[in-house]
């Protein structure tokens, strides 16, 4: 809050907010807040929200809490009204853009030039970190096989530096794009499947 405040009362120049966090884990009561502190510092409000299909959601979900060290096979769920109605709520539709996270349909197949597109900045001044790189549905099984075994096993740096370097291993070895058939994740969450029924309501 602090730094952020700062940063508001600089003014004169564009501010650029991105964290997933503000979809996960802000409360409507939380996002109206937010929306009333930014109002008096700025011109002009916008959001831009990446919405990933439900079955893009699983996958690479699931992805990241096998690598954060997932050893029971649980499919991980989203609730697209809870994320984003706090935020049409706050800002109406006009102050929205939700779009489709699909490689195909973004600006040169990347999320950062089509995010800088969207805010008419050159991607040339950004430096993109790229983290949570897919990993091969080879070693996605491998490493799962891993946590079933010997658990997460990162009770001090050197056990968590270790678990880092088999990643990164890992991450050379084959060659399969890891996905949930359509046929294992149907009707396995019905909160996912409302909540994609109502984003198509609201956005086409």
Not at 23 to 52: C, F, G, K, W
Not at 64 to 81: C, E, H, N
Not at 124 to 148: I, Q, T, Y
Request: glycine share 8%; hydrophobic share 45%.
């Amino acid at each position: 809050r602090k730094v952020l405040m700062r940063e508001l009362r600089e003014g004169g120049r564009d501010l650029l907010i991105s964290a997933e966090n503000l979809s996960t884990h802000l409360r409507a009561e939380e996002v109206r807040r937010l929306v009333e502190t930014l109002r008096p510092h700025v011109d002009a409000l916008r959001v831009i929200a990446y919405v990933r299909p439900p079955m893009a959601v699983a996958d690479s979900g699931f992805q990241q809490q096998v690598q954060a060290g997932l050893a029971d096979f649980r499919v991980p769920k989203t609730d697209y009204r809870r994320r984003l109605e706090p935020w049409l709520e706050a800002l109406g539709p006009e102050g929205v853009e939700l779009a489709v996270y699909d490689r195909a349909r973004l600006r040169d197949g990347d999320v950062v030039a089509d995010f800088c597109a969207r805010l008419g900045v050159d991607p040339g001044a950004v430096k993109p970190v790229r983290r949570n790189e897919s990993l091969s549905s080879e070693a996605v099984a491998l490493l799962f096989l891993h946590n079933r075994i010997n658990g997460l096993a990162t009770g001090s740096p050197e056990a968590w530096r270790a678990r880092k370097l088999m990643m990164r291993r890992l991450s050379r070895i084959g060659e399969g794009r890891f996905a949930f058939s359509a046929r294992a994740l149907a009707g396995r969450d019905p909160a996912t499947a409302a909540g994609a029924a109502w984003l198509s309501e609201v956005a086409g």
